[in-house]
């Protein structure tokens, strides 16, 4: 771990415009707590007095949980806020119902949103630090963080390997930040799915294009199978669910045709025997849960690494200027 | 007495008579009265030195927001933006709430212009009542109440035996039938281009075909009944390939850009700032060269604005609920020149076609020319004024304007509508 990097971003939007080195960081910095949490007594004072707001647009169990876990082990307070409706544009705007938590001395807000760029639009409006749970199809930075961390954690490294990420790439969010996170700390990643699901020109981001999971099943030492996210899918994206699970879905069968060390995850909630059947999301391969207990371990270090930046900038700014970060 | 107005030593550029020479323009009452060399007489005195002398702008299409969204804008408001951006004509779209849908409401758009005394309003009334696209709107009630020409802007006449009916219907009157040119099936819940942009910022996309598979079809009708027919806001490469092989066939057809199509592309959406949202949607650097080639051909008709204010309240929304738009009334002449003259894609003559005599051809009025005996509608442009444009400034009621901070060069210095001076810039 590199002891002289000084992480300078306060907000954590997305995958996108964070560098190799930005990545690893995160990371490591989550092997710290992830030996933490180990312990008896699993709570840390570095947050204490700090307040961390859940802001859920949008139904979550996992990610939620796995936040609010993180905010308490740190000592922050955490209050939770939900509102399911997505009429975004009635009632109180999004920056209307931010700025009155910030009012209430909230540090650190933690969004979901079911519209790509809230999170966006909501560090630009106020001075707490913004967290991404996940904004639309946009991105998901600490579920591909934690992805990346189980590759890390299992593999060593990411250097070499081949990823493949299957199913409704066009409307996935974890896709788009895997891709990133992925591709910078240098595995390939083939997404694999019909055209209907696959984002146009999404090769552009140097990802592989492939409709046929047969034919790149063999070539993987990762994969990742999105949820078929029925709620999200309007029209004729796929004749039927059980189409769909013959042409992608992580069969014992398929597996058994891939390298025998395969990877298999999913970020979850699994629609078992659509996108995986239920001996593969149990069997020797899957590291899903293990991917759920890392999410505490990477979000912790999220959380750590956006509120030391907001508190360096605290400190710039008696000095001369302020350190424009996102 | 008739008031007296005397134009000295201006550059005029009168593109529909072939005019470009230095030389004064005398204005009595409404009307030109003399073009050429004035010696001093009783007038009030505009010195021109190194100005261009325009007949007055007109524009297409704008957003008025009168009656319904006041708020935004009124006549009243968008009039006086209208005047300031050198426009001595502008034509309110009928997408207010309710829609310009039958004569009265075109008669309201009508006094509440006259209200307002700056800018000539024409109004364009709804092909379809409610803008709904079902039934036929009193199209011919309207026509006598002054409607000029019908569109539904703001969406497309989806179904194309409306659309043929429509335009069949029109041409009883005479009028231009427009069209805001989009597929809604293939559009969907788009919010942007579909491309690179839009797979990266997870956002849902409106493919180039939803526009160019309506502007075909409209081809295709308008072969069969040979009526008027005007493209609005034109955005995408095969749209100006449609729009020239239908102008090489000879149909009746014309269209309009707007001058965010000729500036900015998809790209200025990455940081999910609503002020580029707009329908139809930034497209590609292809895109704009395509549209200025064709700018270039003469393929384009009409230079429109297009402005469509809205409140910062609603700007500030995520970009899938803000509503689409740019406000650009009055920084658009500077944006023509900044996108077609400084690059050398037109000159001066041919610009000042596009936004005078061309677009009056496609609304068939008799404007647009700067003639002895002609209505003194005239618009003085300093061509070297550089400034800088601030949405904080604007005379509308409305700072969604993508453009707020850009340097630019030239100015409009007076509006003068029917031989009043309307507007004059501080100096």
């Known amino acids: 771990m590199d002891t002289t990097f000084q992480w300078r971003h306060k907000h954590l939007i997305g995958l996108a415009e964070l560098s190799r080195q930005e990545l690893e960081f995160i990371l490591d910095t989550a092997k710290g707590f992830e030996e933490f949490s180990a312990r008896s007594v699993k709570k840390a004072p570095t947050l204490r007095g700090k307040v961390v707001v859940n802001m859920f647009f949008e139904d979550s169990t996992r990610t939620r949980n796995s936040f609010t876990l993180a905010a308490n082990r740190l000592s922050a307070d955490v209050i939770e806020f939900t509102k399911t409706s997505s009429s975004v544009n009635k009632g109180e705007t999004l920056i209307d119902t931010a700025r009155n938590l910030e009012a209430m001395g909230v540090d650190i807000v933690v969004i979901r949103h079911s519209a790509g760029g809230a999170p966006k639009l909501l560090s630009r409006s106020i001075n707490a630090c913004v967290v991404n749970a996940g904004d639309g199809y946009h991105e998901h930075p600490t579920q591909a963080l934690l992805d990346a961390y189980t590759i890390r954690q299992v593999r060593g490294s990411l250097d070499g390997l081949t990823v493949g990420i299957v199913g409704d790439i066009a409307h996935s969010r974890v896709a788009r930040s895997n891709i990133y996170v992925l591709t910078k700390l240098g595995a390939k990643v083939i997404v694999v799915g019909p055209p209907t699901l696959m984002p146009g020109k999404i090769e552009q981001l140097g990802v592989r294009v492939s409709h046929n999971l047969d034919e790149v099943i063999e070539e993987l030492d990762v994969i990742n199978m999105l949820r078929i996210q029925f709620e999200r899918l309007g029209g004729n994206m796929f004749p039927s669910v059980r189409e769909y699970s013959h042409f992608f879905g992580l069969t014992v069968e398929r597996v058994k045709r891939a390298r025998p060390n395969i990877l298999v995850m999913h970020p979850g909630p699994i629609n078992r025997g659509v996108e995986i059947e239920s001996e593969v999301a149990d069997g020797p391969n899957s590291v899903i849960l293990q991917q759920v207990s890392n999410g505490v371990a990477v979000r912790m270090a999220v959380l750590f690494l956006v509120n030391q930046a907001a508190a360096l900038q605290g400190e710039n700014k008696t000095g001369k200027s302020e350190n424009q970060t996102n | ?427």
């Open chain 2, 1 to 427: 007495m008739t008031t007296r107005i005397l134009i000295k030593n201006g550059r005029l550029i009168d593109p529909a008579n072939n005019v470009d020479r230095v030389t004064d323009v005398l204005i009595e009452g409404d009307r030109v009265s003399h073009i050429g060399p004035v010696s001093a007489c009783d007038a009030y005195l505009i010195k021109a030195a190194g100005k261009i002398i325009s007949p007055g702008l007109i524009d297409l299409h704008v957003h008025f927001r009168e009656p319904g969204d006041e708020e935004e804008e009124t006549i009243a408001s968008g009039s006086a933006a209208a005047v300031a951006g050198g426009f001595t004509s502008v034509v309110c779209m009928p997408n207010t709430s309710p829609s310009i849908d039958e004569a009265t409401a075109v008669e309201f758009v009508h006094r509440m212009g006259r209200q307002a005394r700056k800018t000539f309003i024409y109004v364009m009334g709804a092909i379809t009542r409610e803008r709904k696209g079902q039934e036929l709107a009193e199209i011919g009630l309207m026509s006598q109440a002054g409607a000029i020409g019908f569109t539904d802007d703001g969406s497309g006449v989806q179904d194309a035996s409306i659309m043929l009916k429509a335009m069949k219907y029109v041409s009883m009157f005479d009028r231009v039938i427009c069209q805001h040119c989009q597929y809604n099936s293939l559009a969907g819940k788009g919010v942007m281009n579909a491309g690179y942009q839009s797979t990266v910022l997870g956002l849902p996309g409106i493919d180039p075909l939803a526009e160019e598979m309506m502007l075909w079809r409209d081809v295709q009708l308008v072969r069969k009944c040979n009526c008027k027919y005007h493209a609005q806001h034109l955005s995408t490469i095969g749209s100006v390939k449609i729009m020239r092989e239908a102008k090489q066939m000879g149909l009746p057809v014309s269209c309009e850009v707007s001058p965010h199509h000729l500036l900015l592309t998809e790209d200025m959406c990455s940081d999910y700032d609503t002020n580029y949202k707009v329908n139809p949607p930034l497209r590609t650097k292809a895109d704009i060269e395509a549209l200025k080639q064709a700018v270039k051909e003469g393929v384009i008709d009409a230079l429109a604005t297009d402005h469509a204010p809205h409140l910062m309240s609603e700007k500030e929304l995520e970009f899938l609920a803000a509503p689409f738009g740019i406000a650009s009334l009055e920084c658009a002449l500077p944006l023509y020149i900044k996108a077609l003259i400084e690059p050398g894609v037109i000159d001066w003559s041919n610009m000042l076609a596009m936004m005078t005599c061309r677009p009056a051809a496609v609304i068939g009025v008799d404007k647009g020319r700067l003639g002895v005996g002609d209505r003194a509608d005239v618009t003085i442009i300093d061509p070297e004024a550089e400034w800088t444009i601030d949405a904080n400034k604007f005379i509308s009621k409305s700072r969604n304007c993508p453009y707020h901070g850009w340097k630019v060069k030239g100015k409009v210095l007076n509006t003068i509508v029917a031989g009043e001076i309307r507007y004059t810039a501080a100096s």
